[in-house]
């Protein structure tokens, strides 16, 4: 963090108030609503979470709400509860017993529906498979699953013993997995033969066999048999899902875990390649994601929700699983690629399982926009009352484009920003009670107290960009990295005193509304003026021809630093030197001649992380024309690195 704050240019002047009868019904109802509780949060925050608290079902209450020493954290301390129980359990006596609380959705179209009592059932059946195994509260159960019911099962039965999962993202490397379970100590490892992946199969039992020739600590895994694919099966260590299942009881009393027991670590990447193991709580953490999903998704009895996200990142966690199934919700959740066999099989779900609330990330939205709105306006999708997104700044453009082409105008967005290490969503729109602003996440959720800060932790006044920071701890906050407690403290409580420092550089506005400005390592300098990408990059999407941009800075010999843009273009447009000059002339005049990229590149997609983050660093070093020498191994499609350097030479 080299200066004081950033410049910030973005101008979005669009504001969409909550419609009456969207507000009438909803959980906030109003912005003085919304207020209300902010600062009811703000004046007393020990008492707003220990009242909200009372909703999550206790084998034994707490004795205090928060014990505070920074930077750690204890939430609801000396109580005992259970994830499991929450999410099932308790809705067993209730209408809610038959009701569907998974719909899973094969990639070939089948469907496969778990009622709440069908799935406690499974996940009992699997949780006394787990102690057959030897596993015991405390052991690190590391999980490599597609996205089936399977996984579901399995990271529920782990909540209901005690044993703390690990899910790596089943579309990772073996080498990749390998560090994961050494790092986590994981002493089981649940996989399946293969999965499916636009239609193909993609071979996850291998993976593991390779990552377990230097992976000791895993002494046993679980196959499950989705893609009916030749495995080898080692003896002794090896055992399918399917036999172990057999005859086993449904009965399996949730264990009374404490507060503070890890539920699950989950790895994230740092700027340094190494990967961090996330440690987050059992009740702090499932209080977090039940609340927000309940205000900020505005869940009802009737909904049908969907996340479009992966069980293999914090989004699948709290938002297929976790904060969903805790409040009683039906969850969809979808094997495989979003636009296969066609681009409209997103939409084609949402029409066939009647979506109500459907969650996204923007990237996914970029794509979609790149396709064409034929694809969406094929179905019928007037099932949905309410969209949301996560992952990254929205563009203004592309949320209009949301806003139009799914929500027929008629749906809230609500722009959801959090991370990993918060566990639950942090800033966001109350779909009923807050007015949204095209590419702001807007207002922090009660109980949150944001700010945007100078290196000395001073609040920047408005429309001054600076660094994104949380306050006061919150109690889905992360516990810290697992066996790391050093890098925990440096990485995010040194920086800011007294402050956690999310990584992010943000602007509040006159009206307080947070604008997120990217993270503070993809801030450019040019000319002495701190610019984040995320700006720029809206300025050149809201021209009609692009699809996607990603901007990053190269050395320039007058400026210190110059702005190259790498853009892709809608179908049907092609790429010339006429149309690189237009483009450079929309930004200055969108934004000023301060951000007016000094070179364009036409690429036919942008290297991104499997979760769907642009990954500027690699654009970084292609456009100072250097080889890369950083981590590629989180790069969803390596080939299109060499494309855009042959790109450079041609
Ligand atoms: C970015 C995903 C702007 C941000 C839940 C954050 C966002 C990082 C938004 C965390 C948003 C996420 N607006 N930026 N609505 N949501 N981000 O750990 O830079 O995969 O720090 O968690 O994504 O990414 P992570």
Redesign the pocket.
């Known amino acids: 963090m080299a200066s004081e704050s950033i410049t910030s240019v973005l101008k979005e002047k669009r504001q969409f108030k909550p419609k009456k009868e969207f507000a009438a019904s909803a959980h906030i109802k109003s912005m003085a609503e919304y207020q209300r509780l902010y600062k009811k949060a703000e004046k007393d925050p020990e008492k707003f979470w220990g009242d909200l608290s009372k909703e999550l079902h206790w084998f034994k209450p707490w004795k205090k709400v928060l014990q505070w020493k920074l930077p750690y954290a204890k939430w609801f301390v000396g109580g005992k509860t259970n994830v499991s129980y929450n999410c099932l359990d308790r809705h067993l006596d209730t209408p809610r017993k038959n009701k569907a609380a998974i719909i899973w959705e094969s990639e070939s179209g089948e469907t496969r529906t778990y009622t709440y009592q069908q799935l406690h059932r499974e996940v009992c059946r699997f949780a006394n498979v787990l102690k057959g195994l030897g596993i015991v509260q405390g052991d690190r159960v590391t999980v490599y699953l597609p996205m089936i019911p399977e996984l579901a099962i399995t990271l529920l039965a782990c909540a209901r013993i005690g044993a703390t999962h690990s899910v790596v993202f089943a579309g990772f490397s073996a080498s990749a997995l390998r560090d994961r379970i050494n790092d986590a100590g994981a002493k089981l490892v649940v996989t399946a033969d293969g999965g499916y992946r636009k239609g193909e199969v993609v071979l996850l039992k291998e993976k593991v066999d390779e990552a377990l020739k230097e992976a000791p600590s895993a002494q046993k895994v679980v196959v499950v048999q989705r893609a009916s694919t030749p495995v080898s099966m080692q003896m002794e260590r090896d055992v399918w899902w399917h036999d172990l299942m057999k005859g086993v009881s449904g009965q399996c009393p949730a264990a009374p875990i404490d507060s503070e027991h890890p539920l699950f670590t989950l790895y994230?990447s740092g700027t340094t390649g190494k990967p961090k193991g996330i440690v987050h709580s059992t009740a702090g953490y499932l209080l977090g994601a039940m609340i927000t999903a309940r205000w900020i998704f505005d869940l009802k009895e009737t909904d049908t929700y969907w996340c479009t996200a992966d069980i293999g990142?914090?989004?699948g966690h709290s938002y297929i699983l976790y904060g969903i199934l805790a409040n009683g919700v039906t969850t969809v959740m979808y094997e495989g690629a979003p636009t296969y066999p066609q681009p409209d099989r997103l939409w084609e779900i949402v029409a066939k399982h009647k979506v109500n609330v459907f969650y996204t990330a923007p990237t996914a939205i970029r794509a979609l926009i790149k396709l064409g709105k034929e694809w969406p306006e094929k179905h019928d999708l007037s099932s949905l009352r309410l969209l949301g997104?996560?992952?990254?700044?929205?563009n203004p453009e592309a949320w209009i484009w949301y806003h139009e082409v799914i929500g027929k105008k008629q749906c809230p967005i609500v722009?959801?920003?959090?991370?990993?290490?918060t566990g639950a969503i942090m800033i966001t729109p109350l779909p009923g009670a807050i007015p949204s602003k095209p590419g702001s996440?807007t207002l922090p959720f009660p109980g949150i107290s944001a700010d945007v800060v100078d290196r000395s932790g001073k609040s920047v006044p408005a429309n001054v960009g600076g660094y994104l920071v949380i306050k006061k701890p919150w109690p889905s906050m992360l516990r810290g990295i697992w066996g790391d407690p050093e890098r925990y403290e440096k990485q995010y409580w040194l920086d800011i005193p007294g402050a956690y420092f999310?990584?992010?550089g943000a602007r509040r506005d006159r009206d307080g509304y947070f604008w997120?400005m990217?993270?503070v390592d993809d801030v450019i300098n040019v000319a002495g003026h701190r610019l984040g990408t995320m700006e720029i990059e809206s300025a050149l999407v809201s021209h009609p021809v692009v699809a996607e941009a990603a901007v990053v800075g190269r050395p320039d010999d007058i400026k210190g630093t110059g702005i190259a843009a790498f853009v892709t273009l809608k179908m049907g447009n092609t790429p010339d030197d006429g149309l690189k000059e237009t483009l450079k002339k929309h930004v200055g005049t969108v934004i000023g001649a301060i951000a007016r990229p000094d070179e364009i590149r036409f690429a036919e997609a942008l290297p991104k992380t499997r979760?769907g983050?642009i990954m500027r660093r690699l654009l970084r070093d292609i456009a100072a024309g250097v080889e890369t020498v950083g981590d590629t191994t989180t790069l969803e499609d390596l080939s299109v690195l060499a494309r855009l350097r042959q790109d450079d030479e041609s």
């Open positions: 994230t990142w914090v989004t997104t996560v992952g990254e700044p929205i722009d959801t920003w959090w991370q990993t290490e996440a999310t990584g992010d997120v990217g993270r979760s983050k």
